[in-house]
Structure formats: structure tokens, C-alpha cells
């Protein structure tokens, strides 16, 4: 049986066009330099894994002192068991092994798993389908002129990405540091013109600032009732999981969630239990891994609740071809001034096209699916560990 | 990719020295002919995979129309797809397409994958553990000399299981058509018995009568609870769930469940959200197959509930070496006159051995880890479709 033997992180340049706004939203920008870091798992038999993430989550004195403790010379098939001991080493550190520092490992564990028996991961774990649905979800509301800065913008673009095939669109609306954001108007004034630029019959859904209060939420909830909305996102702090049963007792709309609550697949369990949501959102990144994501769906089926993926990525494509109580997959975040089908120059493709009817192909390669330009990697180094 | 182009059931004739009582339950008597079956599952590479089960839950029209209309053609790594596939089918249907059946085409095609990758099924799923303590299950009392016809056998008995390894024991005691069984008495003196056999430390379960009425089975607890039992298992009727939340909501002793109970993870999150249980019982034939019993493994694990695996077999492994929130393994059913350790005919060994510490090894070998011994099976047919 095969054993890990190295764990290495690559932080690397390249260049990209999404600046972060104060508050940490994305938007367009000119190109500029940036960094990435991957995580690669080795195992004896020379197989690797890797997995794409911050620098910040994999910072070397987490992967030294807790990552390698737990995973080296360790058999790598034994992920359910590498999991919970790294998770176990949270209790008193969690402030420096995060639940994304988890998920970044146990994606490298599992492209590595994939590699080695020359299986895409979604095929070992479930293997449901081989394509699915995408929704463009969009970037935040910004100021930027032909951008997403007003309703008509909002409308122009949603025309376009039905024009690019996408059979659903997700906004997300206009925070701070917009200086007139939040305003649950302006967000009904953008959701009714995506609406009739688009007609009818699309799904359409919102994620707009995450921190109104009870009552704007419930404002918000009943304007995209009225326009026929979809599910409605993140309109509060998720940490108060009784605002989400307050407002979910209410609308009719689907309240989706949770997407940035801690708690893994626990605090699902009690949002379910507290019909605090209509529909289960979990990510691959938010609840520690592959395999977390995967029990937060099983637990939503057992309880006849479908689970959406939150972002999407690799990782998000491994645990939808693996779990059937899921519809759509989050593309994006788009924008009218990204081309997000170029791929990243650590990239040789990028692992999500989409194809003429809307649908994202599950990756058929041997692990997560990521055609990796490794000489773009090692001529790009920033630091190794 | 391989896909599955055939399936074929052969019931064949073995030896067997247990025997029927007239309720079901298996008691030991001289050795005698009986059938067995072995679905196989055949994939364009040539790979099978391999279950043993009942021939009733593999008549051939029930595999006709049911099984090969949905796994015909298709990629067995799309398990999740093919068992919901499969699972839809009962509607309707569920008196011939039962949860057993689905369970022994689970477990099948799960041994068809991991002998294509040539990987031990419970380290594709999961890997959590090599080993697992095992407890001795015995069989129900009966009215046999030097069997289990007393107190004082059980006593005895116990006696021998503590010699032979094992770390805990689990007794079924009388039933029908035992002519003064059920008495909740007598059960509490085996208990008593085997307490005083075994010393105040060693976890005994209690598997009794399955039809007692809410007072009794309250009173059989309390008297488990004086003597420091570990866990009281099936003592109702599980189709009423709200017996076993009065029951558990009464009682300190630990209540398990359900076991028999269908309804697969649906039933079991229901039996958690009443508190019903207080650790979740599943079982790969008793809801729907290996990827099910996972589930609800995941879906107790949410709560924090342990899920303890019903019966022994290649199945179970496979489910506890994937699954963290489990204990035991359940070795038997054991009798004082049958020697567990010897295999069938149809098996050139068994799957569970018992090590020194009292444990059982996960298996190592490929797929599901049985050592299958063609040759008796194609000697020995019945009939074969």
C-alpha cells in the first residue's frame, strides 16, 4: 500500500484582471500581478495530488505543524480518517486551520486518490452525471460605467449571458463600499429589470448583502416573490440561525442556506432541523472538503432537501457528479468586462466550459480533472515549502 | 470507460447445520441441504463483482425486470445514479423489488468496482480503520440440552465467548415459538447470568423479543439499566416510532434503532429529530445497500449519533471501514454447537476472521473482499439465470 511522503506548497505570480474592493468583493480591473499558492500531496509510488487555493490558508506553519502531522506516511486511501484527525487539531486552533486550510488538503487527497487509480474523483464517490446545469452568477454591483453599476446594466448583461447559453442567472447586487449600498430598492430595481430582460420563465436567483437586517430581508423577500424569483441567498449574518427560520416561517420564496456559517455539516444539521432554510447549501471550501460537502448532502436527502454547491471550482464538479439532491452549478463570478472562459495562466484549460445547452461537463481526466500548467508554476515561484 | 453487459443470479446447494424455528429464527441441528444465491454483475472488461444473498430476493423476474432494465449498458462507476434509478423502481413495486434486493445489487456492483481498481472497497469509500472489535451476537434461546435453553447456558457460554476474544457480547433470548417465551423475566436472568459470568466491565447488549408492549419493554430496560447494559436493541415493533421515543425518553440505558424498520435514511433522520434513539442502527441489507447505509452513517454523524452496522458480512466491512462514528462489528449469529469460524462451502474462507485482541481485520484484498470458491458454486447449481 502506498504511504504520503511529501507535502509541498507552490505559491506562485500571475497576473489577473478581478481587483478586490474594500470590503473584499471582486471586480474588474486592469490586469495586474497576484499570487496563488497550490498544495501538492506525494505518495510513494511518485502519484501527486494537488488543489488551488490562497497562500493565506496554506501558510507554512499550518501545513508543518498540522497538516504533515496528520497526513505523512499515512495511507492516503484513508481520507475519511486523515480527515477527522486534522479536524480534531482544530479544537484550540481554528483561528490557523480553518476549515478551508481542511478542504484544500482533502481536495489534494482526493486528486491524488483520482491520479493514482486513473479515475476522475466524482466516479469514485458517486458518479451521478456527466454534465449539469450552470448558473452565470454574477459579480457584485460596482460603479464602473457599461458595468454592473445600474438595473439597465444588470439587464444588458443578463440578455447577453442568455444569449451565451445560460439557462439560470444569479445576481449579487450592490454592497459597500458602494457608497448608496445596501439598498433593498435598488436591489428590487436591478432583480425586476434582469427579470424582464430575461422573461418569465428563468430561474433567476439573488444573493445580495449579507448583513440587512430582519425586516429590509423581509422587504427584499417579498419584492422577488413578486418577481417570481428562484431562491433568495444570504440576506443576513448567517451566524444568527434564527433570523433565517424568522424569515424563512414567512416567505414563500426558497431561503437558501447556509453558506458561510461555520460548523460544517453539524450546523447544517441544525438549520434543517430548525427549518431555518428551504434548500441546504454547502461548499466545498465552507464546510472542510470533498467528503464534508458530500455528508452535508446526504444529510439534506435524508430529509428530502436538495443541496446546492456554493462556487464553483474543481472541488465543486467532484461532489456534484457524486450526490443527486443538487441542480445547478455556480459559474462565475461573471462579469461584462472578464472573459471567465480564458483560462488562468497556471491553467491549460479551465476545468468548467460550458456547452451549447447551458450544461458544464463533468471533467473526464484522472483526479479533479485540472489540466495544470506546471512549467508556468515552477518559472513563476514565489516561494516553495 | 466499461460498462455492464450482464447479470446473472445461480442459486446453488450447500450444507448448512442451522435450522429454521417456526418464527424465523436459526437454531443449531444437524447438518442439512440448503440454497444459497450469487448475483454477478459483468462489465465490458470482463470484471464481475459478486453478492451472496437469499435466492427470494433474487427471483428472476424481480432481476429482469428491475436490475438488468436499470443497470443494462450502463457505467458501473455511476453507482449513486443506478441505485436511485434502481430505488425508483419500488414504487409500486416494493412488495417484489424490495430494499434487500436493491441491497445485494449494491453490494454487487460495489465489488465489480473494487475489483476493476483492484482496491478494497471500505478504502474507496472511506478508510477509516484496519480492524474493528467485534461482539459475539448470539443466537436466540431455544430448549436444547447444553445449548441455550438457560440462564445458566448463557452464563456458561459467555464464559467461552470471554475465552475466545471477544470484548463484548450481544444476547438474543427467547422468542416464540419457545412455548413460554417472551418473559421479560427470564430475559433479565440471562442478562443477570451472563453479568455475573463476565464481570461488572465488559459491554453486554440485549436483542430481545421484537414484539413486547410498551410497559414490558420499559420494564426489561430498567432491570438492563441495574445491571449496567450497554445498549437495548429492537424490544417493539419499530413501525411505531413513537414507542420508542416514550421508551428512550424513560430510560437511561442507551436505546438503538431502528434496525428493521424500512424506510431506509428517510426513517432514520425522523428517528433522530424524535429522539427515538439514542444511537442510530443501519444495516446494508436493511436499508437498500452499501452507498445507503453510508448515508446514514453521515446523517447520524450530523447529529453527533453513533451508527452501529446490523449483521455481520462483506458489506458491513465495507461500510465500517468507511464510517468514523461506529464501534462494533456484529460477529454471529453464535451458538455453543456451530463453528463460526469454519466456512461455507461456497467460501474458501471466511471474510471475518476474529484476531487475538478480538477484533475483526477489515479486509484487504479486492472489492469486497470474499475469497468466493467458483468452482463448488458451478458444481453445486440449482438452477442459474
Known amino acids: 500500500m502506498i504511504e504520503i511522503t511529501d507535502i509541498k506548497v507552490r505559491v506562485f ?14 471586480h474588474p480591473g486592469p490586469l495586474r500581478d497576484t499570487t496563488q499558492a497550490m498544495i501538492t500531496i506525494s505518495a510513494s509510488d511518485g502519484t501527486q495530488g494537488h488543489a488551488f487555493g490562497a497562500a493565506e490558508a496554506m501558510r507554512p506553519h499550518v501545513i508543518e505543524n498540522y497538516v504533515k502531522t496528520v ?8 481520507r475519511e480518517r486523515l480527515w477527522h484527525e486534522l479536524a480534531h ?12 486550510t481542511l478542504a484544500l488538503a482533502d481536495m489534494a487527497l482526493h486528486d491524488l486518490i483520482g491520479r493514482h487509480l486513473d479515475m476522475p474523483v466524482h466516479k469514485l464517490l458517486g458518479g451521478v452525471r456527466d454534465r449539469i446545469p450552470a448558473y452565470a452568477s454574477t459579480m457584485c454591483g460596482d460603479e464602473l460605467e457599461g458595468g454592473l453599476a445600474t438595473p439597465e446594466d444588470y439587464a444588458r448583461y443578463a440578455e447577453w449571458l442568455v444569449q451565451r447559453g445560460y439557462k439560470a442567472i444569479k445576481l449579487h447586487t450592490w454592497m459597500p463600499p458602494v457608497s448608496w449600498a445596501p439598498n433593498v430598492k435598488a436591489d428590487l430595481k436591478a432583480c425586476a429589470a434582469v427579470r424582464e430582460a430575461v422573461g418569465p420563465d428563468m430561474p433567476l436567483m439573488l ?24 431562491w433568495f441567498e444570504e440576506p443576513m449574518d448567517e451566524q444568527s440561525m434564527s433570523s433565517y427560520r424568522w424569515l424563512a416561517s414567512q416567505l414563500d420564496i426558497p431561503v437558501i442556506g447556509p453558506e458561510s456559517a461555520g460548523g460544517k455539516y453539524f450546523n447544517r444539521a441544525e438549520w434543517i432541523v430548525s427549518r431555518a432554510c428551504d434548500v441546504m447549501r454547502t461548499g466545498v471550501i465552507d464546510v472542510g472538503g470533498i467528503g464534508a460537502a458530500i455528508k452535508t448532502a446526504s444529510l439534506a436527502e435524508a430529509f428530502g432537501i436538495n443541496c446546492e454547491v456554493h462556487s464553483p471550482g474543481a472541488g465543486s464538479l467532484a461532489v456534484l457528479g457524486a450526490i443527486k439532491n443538487t441542480t445547478w452549478y455556480e459559474r462565475g463570478l461573471l462579469h461584462p468586462f472578464i472573459d471567465y472562459d480564458e483560462p488562468p495562466e497556471y491553467l491549460n484549460a479551465i476545468v468548467d466550459p460550458l456547452d451549447d445547452d447551458g450544461m458544464v461537463p463533468l471533467p473526464c481526466g484522472p483526479g ?15 516561494s516553495t515549502q
Not at 422577488?224 to 428562484?230: M, N, Q, S, T
Open 71 to 78: 497526513y505523512l506516511r499515512q495511507n492516503p486511501f484513508d
Open 207 to 230: 444573493d445580495a448583502f449579507h448583513w440587512y437586517d430582519r425586516l429590509s430581508a423581509l422587504e427584499l423577500g417579498r419584492g422577488l416573490e413578486k418577481l417570481g424569483y428562484y
Open 368 to 382: 479533479l480533472g485540472e489540466d495544470i500548467n506546471f512549467d508556468y508554476i515552477d518559472d513563476n515561484l514565489v
Open 13 to 26: 505570480r500571475h497576473k489577473t484582471r478581478k481587483h478586490k474592493d474594500s470590503a473584499g468583493h471582486s
Open 89 to 100: 487539531w482544530q479544537r484550540g486552533s481554528a483561528d490557523q486551520l480553518t476549515d478551508r
